[in-house]
């Protein structure tokens, strides 16, 4: 038993270690905020993703990391999160709904815990493939901004909404205002400045454009999107049907 004691003790030792090791060789004070027309800037970056076509798209799917599956019914705000042996169908205006887990419906607290795990995965993963979209959403402010190596960006603060309010993102655009990456001061990662591209950038129906691939600058950690589709029927989503139901 004392073996496995200091065991633990090492571990926990060197995890402390190790934090501490790359909170003081990665971490990036927030950005300095500089004078001009940040909104203009916003909007620069919403044409080159077009988002006039994101907006009138009637329906999305895609698949994130950890097999986080996603349809969504963008004109009802509606979804169809599944995980694992877990399916739920999400009215996230009202953040409720259905679940299931191996086919048979939940109840009480088992329903309620697997739509608020729905919920999270949602803010969390949504952001990942729409996030240039939002800049405008409610709650967000816009500003200009500098990095420690006087790069200029878009700083995006979200004041509210989501699971993480107060929130920052630092976004880099190329000469034509489209997303290429953004360094993140958010409570998930307790280093500041985490850098994170957008690329390999696919159009959806219509013409608006989403980030398939991120790589981070924490062990270069990728982030892709899988089975992306889109569509204004059901049908091109490969359903007859509208398969979330509330």
């Known amino acids: ?47 080159a993703v077009n988002k006039p076509a994101w907006d009138t798209l009637k329906y999305v799917k895609w698949t994130f990391p950890r097999g986080h599956s996603f349809v969504w019914d963008k004109v009802q705000n509606d979804a169809l999160i ?7 169908h999400l009215d996230m205006d009202e953040v409720q709904g259905k679940a299931f887990k191996a086919d048979q419906e939940l109840t009480g607290d088992e329903r309620n815990k697997a739509v608020q795990e729905a919920w999270s995965f949602w803010c969390n993963d949504s952001f990942w493939f729409s996030a240039p979209y939002k800049v405008f959403d409610p709650g967000t402010t816009r500003q200009l901004a500098t990095d420690k190596d006087g790069n200029q960006g878009l700083l995006i603060t ?29 409570k998930i990662i307790p280093v500041g400045g985490v850098y994170a591209s957008w690329e390999d950038y696919v159009e959806l129906k219509g013409g608006a454009r989403v980030a398939q691939s ?20 059901w049908t091109d989503l490969g359903y007859n049907a509208n398969p979330i139901r509330l």
């Open 214 to 233: 991120h790589v981070l600058s924490i062990m270069d950690m990728k982030i892709d999107m899988t089975d992306i589709a889109s569509g204004d029927d």
């Open 1 to 47: 038993m004392k073996i496995l004691k200091r065991i633990l003790i090492a571990v926990v030792v060197l995890a402390v270690l190790a934090f501490l090791f790359v909170r003081l060789t990665m971490h990036e004070s927030r950005p300095t905020v500089v004078e001009g027309n940040a909104d203009a800037l916003a909007q620069k970056m919403l044409m």
């Open 158 to 186: 979200y004041e509210s909404g989501g699971v993480t309010p107060g929130d920052q993102y630092l976004w880099y655009l190329d000469d034509n205002g489209m997303p290429t990456g953004y360094k993140m001061w958010v």
């Open 82 to 88: 599944s995980w694992e042996d877990y399916v739920v």
